[in-house]
């Protein structure tokens, strides 16, 4: 069974403050995926990779960067965090390109005051 | 662009009715065809897949045939149980775009002993 791991599990910041979340996966897959989960839009990508130093734009990526540092790690930053940024986010993996399976995280639960 | 539509909202039902949450895709040529369940406080989990017309996805009682035809991958389920209780996902790989899921709203499953 994949693992894939988040932290932190639930943030709370202020407008215009600095948030890291973290995502690591340990099945050596090559895709990693960022996504928002929101009342009445389910799932939108915001950021996605194929491989370390890789990153794609996703469907809603602005507000948002992230960093693949290797092959297990996949970091999504919001560097002035906004109220609109409230939401769950969830990282996946999946070991090829579109047509594998998706492995998803637990999620990590922000909050923006 | 690649679009899923879904049964909206919420779906009640009892113990051992049957189940059928519609999806309906646009997209050009033959996308694969998902479906994703969420159990609370989880992140979404593969159900089962299909990449070819007629073709019959399958798992843990669940099932949806491909129909180019009708642009379908309807989710069906005999006689659902109260564990059967979620929110499903309807996804299509995109067709122009490697490595990237498009997700439907999700639809809520509440079922009653």
């Known amino acids: 069974e994949a693992a894939v791991t988040q932290s932190p599990r639930n943030k709370v910041t202020v407008t215009g403050g600095n948030v890291t979340l973290s995502c690591r996966q340990t099945n050596s897959h090559n895709y990693m995926y960022w996504y928002r989960q929101d009342t009445g839009h389910g799932l939108r990508l915001i950021h996605y990779s194929y491989g370390a130093g890789n990153l794609q734009i996703g469907d809603v990526p602005d507000g948002y960067k992230a960093t693949r540092t290797t092959q297990e790690d996949f970091f999504l930053l919001l560097e002035l965090a906004s109220p609109s940024q409230t939401s769950l986010y969830f990282c996946a993996s999946s070991p090829d390109w579109v047509q594998d399976t998706q492995y998803f995280g637990p999620g990590t639960r922000l909050l923006v005051l | 662009g690649d679009s899923v539509t879904q049964t909206e909202g919420q779906v009640a039902l009892s113990e051992e009715d049957f189940l059928t949450i519609h999806c309906n895709y646009s997209?050009?040529?033959?996308?694969?065809l998902f479906w994703y369940v969420q159990y609370p406080g989880e992140g979404p989990q593969f159900l089962f897949r299909a990449s070819r017309d007629k073709e019959k996805g399958s798992s843990r009682g669940f099932e949806a045939t491909y129909d180019k035809g009708t642009t379908s991958f309807h989710l069906r389920k005999a006689s659902v149980q109260e564990s059967d209780s979620a929110v499903y996902y309807c996804a299509l790989g995109k067709t122009q775009v490697v490595g990237q899921l498009t997700f439907g709203r999700g639809t809520r499953l509440q079922v009653y002993a």
């Open positions: 997209a050009s040529g033959y996308p694969a």
